[in-house]
Structures are given as structure tokens and as C-alpha cells.
């Protein structure tokens, strides 16, 4: 027989099935006592989520089996109950850089296709191994093989869409009356930027200024008349039909798994959160000019909406409308550029000015929600980023709240700038917030990882003097960066809502966005031996611990006096998540010589058992 003690090495405490139960008990209690009553969210982009090996196309995707036994994890683990993504439009490289906030804002692109979903209806499993085959990292997203004009995933989909056309099953005929009345409901945008995709193919290029006359004004009443655009179109589609109705295909592919993947999430308990991203296309300005302003772009150079025109607040409205049926809430990313909106001139000498539209474009937001939500509008679900510099926007005044914020709107912000003024459930109390208009986190996917950020000792020490005061805990013994980091995992932990970025959970190495080496950006990709690097790293005492951050919360609320019992369960939880792995090696160790000496006595008494009875003369048998 032979004895494996250590047949499944493992870092760090996993909670054990009997114990998994009153954790999540314990956790959620916790949480409501200390004030986390609203939406706990996790964010990470689903590009970087893990994928297992034989569907490992480069890009994560929400419906991947790893992805959604990761959502469980984090649910149990941390209390997980809306994952926040960030943007699903077309992003558009330039230079081996994918931009994710440059991108579309109304379609969708191919990274929302799940590829072994279309195994089931489309294609066969060697054309999805023909794309995982094709990628040769694991922690790295590879958009090239999934977006890229010529790439693999792309052929695979040409194939599908081509498979789907014979219509030589009842699936496939379903599927495409789904697909027609995908196309009649989405027509509005649908109908134009399938004509703009066809062009581009046609010219070469997106830059649709470069474009014959007809074409680069195809939408603009003032310059090309109805008949005129009718007669065009009706040549463009004739002449482009396969890249106009695949490009539809691909939208209606991506809706529709985006949306199966809001359900998969739903029945776990979770919220699926959108980047309503602040920026419209290049596409989106040719197909409706008159809501936007001339020759003007925005402060990082995309289109200018004119929100004093009707068309301008129409377009804005309808933007909206999509998010609110694709998602169940939404970030609303730089909502500031909404009231205070920066723009410069286009030409050689660029003016740069402000638009104070006031809360016109909130509102305008605000009412498209509500109109699809109906009686499930809940307007802690819109949270709105008003994160600037002080010169584009400033969100407090002598009133303690500038006017586009008296109202019932739900402001997130990162405790990355914490102060005795700013960052913290006390200042935006001091403030005359309620817990409800606001959205509380450690750091944004717009910022440096912590554990790289506060290595200098200067923020930390400057950060450290407000989170004794607010958690009551001694500055000294915040002095070291892993203490320091857990307190500040702790103090958003006492927001109604809050949220955690998907890199500081994990405690992963690198940095997601802003590398020296621009090709790494948006790159950074949790790995399927996530477990594993997490337990690891609570084991060193990094990586979130939400036992932890209850903890400290509890003391600075008195609430470890108040719920005795409960307090001795976060801090046995917390123990167990971070005893060191050489402890439980040990136990196990100890676990296994025990029972291979039982084994051994076993053994030992069946030996001797078996030669007393060789030795005993045989009876005799009757004749």
C-alpha cells in the first residue's frame, strides 16, 4: 500500500466544506453590521478573466466555466454581489495598444462572442481549437487573436455565420428569426453603423473624412439629400451585403451572450454592472452629426456631444436605453464631462474651452434608466464617476456639494487620495452625505496597484496618521506596507457601497494600465491557479482578507464590545484564511503518520492473526 501524505499540495487555509456555510453566515452578518448593506462590488474586465486550457482563446469572457466558478469564489470569499466590467464596445488599436475607453459606446464587440457556446450551434470543437491553439499565454490577454480583422476567432465566426445561412436544422432556423428580430429592434443604430462598417472595409480606413463626398455625409440632411442617401444605400448593401449582415450577426451574437451571461449571474445572487463609457465613436458622429458639435472634439479627442441640441440629448437618451436593457447597473464613467463638458477647437491652433451643460446630460441619462427599468429603477444601481482634475471639475463647494450633486445620485470614489478631508465614510459624512450617494473603494482600474503605489513611504506615511485616527488603530502599527494595506482594505468596508479592484483582491504582480511598455495595457489576466496565488498571498499577509477588514471595522464601531460572538467568528476566519501553509503541511504531516500507524497496528494484528491461524494443527474430516 503505498501512503501519500502530501498527494495535494495547497498554499494557505481553504475554508473546509463544513465550515463554508457559517462563513458566508458570518461574512454578510458582518457586513450589514458594519454598514455594507448596498452593492459590494468586484471589478474586473472580462478580457482578463481565466480561462480553462481548452477554451483559452486569449480573451476571458463572462460565460467561461472558469469565469463563472471565479464569480462563485469571490462571492463566497469576499461577499461578492455585482461584478462591475468595464467597457464592452469595439476598442480599436492603434499601435498594439487596445484602448478599451477609445472604443465603441453603443455596439458590441466580438470578445463578448463565447466561442465554445457556438460548439453547441454553429461550429465544431476543432474550430474552436483552431483559435486556442493560436494562443500562447496564459496570464497575458492576447486581443489579436480574438479581435484582429484576419485573426483566428474571426474566421471561426465568418464559418459560423456562413453555417448559420443553410438553415438545415430547427436551431439554426430559430436562431435566425431571433437574428430578424434583433435587427428590426436595434435598426436605429444597427441599420447605419452596419453601412459605416461595409465603408470602411470599402476605403480601407475609419477616417471617414477621406471618404468620397456622398459618403462621409451620408447622414447629413444638409448635405445629401433622403433620395440621394436611400439610392446609395440600396447600392452600398448590394454591393457589401456580407459585411453589412455579418457585422449584424456579430452584434446580435454579442448581445445576446452578453445578456445570457447578466442571467448566469443572476441566479448566483450578483448584479451585472456596465461601463457606460463617457466617449462616442467616430461611426456614431457620421451616422448622427447633428448631435454634436462642430469642428470640436472632446479634452482626450473623441466627439463632442452638444447636449443643448435636441438630437444631442436623443442620441445620449438612446445610449442609455441600451445599457440599461444589457446591464442591471452602471458606472457611469467621467460623468463630470456631462455637467462641465472640456473641448477643443480642431485645426492648427487649438482653443481649448468648457460647456456647462449643468445636470441636462444626468438627467437625460437618468430618465432613458428609468424608462426601461420601470418599477425595478433603483438609483443607488447608476453610479457616476466624478473623479477630476480640480481645474475640469470640482465636487465640493462652500455648501459642502456643487449643485449636479444635491440631488439623489450616487457618486463612486476611490480611497487612492485619502485624507482627514476626503476618501473616507467620515468625510463624506462630515459632508452631509448620506450612505447612499456615494460608492467607496481602495483603487480604481485607473490606478497604480497598492502594494506598488504606497511603497513610497511618503503617501503611506501621510495615509497612515488618517487611518489610525479613522480605525483607531496605532500609527505604529500601520508602519509596515502589508499593515498598511489591509487598513485600507478595511475603512471602505463600513460604505454601503463599495467596491475592490480585481488586482489589489488578488494581490496580483504588475500593473494593469499605464506600463512603461504600452502593449502590456488592459493586459493583465488572472490565471486559472488564481486559488492558489490568493491563498498564497494571504499566507504573506497580502491579498484581500475581508475577515481581516471586518475585524478592524468592527473595533473602530465598537461592535466588537456590541457582538461579542460574532467578533469571535471574524477572527477565527480570519486566522484560518492566513495560517501560513507550513502549519497545515505539519497537521497534515501529524494527520498522516497517524494513520499509517494505524495502518501499521492494523497491519500488524492481520499478520499475527493470519500465522496463529497457519500454526493451528488442521482438524481432522470426517471420512
Known sequence: MKISLLSSPTFGRRLKPSEEA?????????????????????????????????INTGVGNLLDKDALDFFDFAKKYWGINCIQDL???????????????????????????????????????????????????????????????????????????????????????????????????????LEPKSIFQALKNQYGTENFRVWSETDKNLYNPEKVSLDIRDK???????????????????????????????????????????????????????????????????????PAPDLNSEEG??????????????YDAL?????????????????????HMKNYYGEKGLNAIEEAIKSVKGKDYNPENIMYEFIAALEDFRAIDSNGMTNPLMKNKNKIYSANDLSYHWGSTQSFKNYGWSKTLYTLGTANHDQIPMKIDFASSAKREAQAEVLSTLLKIPKEKLSDLKSFIKAKFAEPMRARNNFIFFVDALNLDGRYKDNTDRTKDYRLKIRSDYQDIYFKALENGEGYNPMDALEKAFKAEGLD???????????????????????????????????????????????????????????????
Open 561 to 623: 464590545k456590541k457582538e461579542p460572538e460574532l467578533y469571535k467568528k471574524i477572527v477565527k476566519y480570519k486566522k484560518i484564511l492566513e495560517e501560513p501553509q507550513k502549519n497545515i503541511l505539519i497537521k497534515r504531516i501529524l494527520a498522516g503518520s497517524a494513520a499509517a500507524l494505524a495502518i501499521c497496528f492494523v497491519t500488524l494484528a492481520a499478520v499475527k492473526y493470519h500465522s496463529h491461524k497457519k500454526e493451528k494443527p488442521a482438524e481432522k474430516q470426517p471420512a
Open 232 to 302: 446609395r444605400i440600396s447600392e452600398i448593401t448590394k454591393n457589401h451585403s456580407f459585411d453589412i449582415d455579418y457585422y449584424k450577426f456579430k452584434q446580435y451574437l454579442a448581445d445576446k451572450h452578453l445578456k445570457l451571461a447578466k442571467s448566469e449571474l443572476n441566479k448566483r445572487g450578483i448584479k451585472l454592472s456596465g461601463d457606460f463609457i463617457c466617449g462616442f465613436s467616430w461611426d456614431e458622429l457620421w451616422m448622427r452629426p447633428k448631435a454634436f458639435l462642430d469642428d470640436t472634439r472632446m479634452k482626450w479627442g473623441f
Open 87 to 189: 467597457p464592452n464596445g469595439r476598442y480599436i488599436p492603434y499601435n498594439g495598444y487596445w484602448r478599451l475607453y477609445s472604443g465603441s459606446s453603443m455596439d458590441l464587440g466580438s470578445q463578448n462572442i463565447n466561442l465554445e457556446l457556438l460548439t453547441k450551434e454553429l461550429i465544431s470543437k476543432e474550430d474552436l481549437n483552431s483559435v486556442v491553439s493560436q494562443n500562447f499565454f496564459q496570464d497575458k490577454v492576447n486581443f489579436e487573436n480574438v479581435l484582429n480583422q484576419d485573426s483566428p476567432m474571426e474566421k471561426v465566426l465568418k464559418k459560423a455565420y456562413n453555417s448559420l445561412l443553410k438553415a438545415d436544422t430547427e436551431p439554426k432556423r430559430a436562431m435566425l428569426k431571433e437574428l430578424e428580430v434583433f435587427n428590426i429592434e436595434n435598426k436605429s443604430w
Open 313 to 326: 440629448i436623443s442620441l445620449l437618451k438612446e445610449k442609455a436605453s441600451l445599457y440599461a436593457k444589457r
Open 22 to 54: 457559517d462563513y458566508c453566515t458570518v461574512l454578510k452578518r458582518g457586513k450589514e453590521l458594519a454598514g455594507n448593506t448596498g452593492n459590494s462590488i468586484l471589478i474586473v474586465p472580462s478580457p482578463s478573466l481565466p480561462q480553462g486550457r481548452d
Open 331 to 351: 458606472r457611469v464613467d467621467a460623468a463630470w464631462t456631462y455637467v462641465n463638458q472640456p473641448i477643443e477647437s480642431v485645426g492648427s491652433k487649438k482653443i
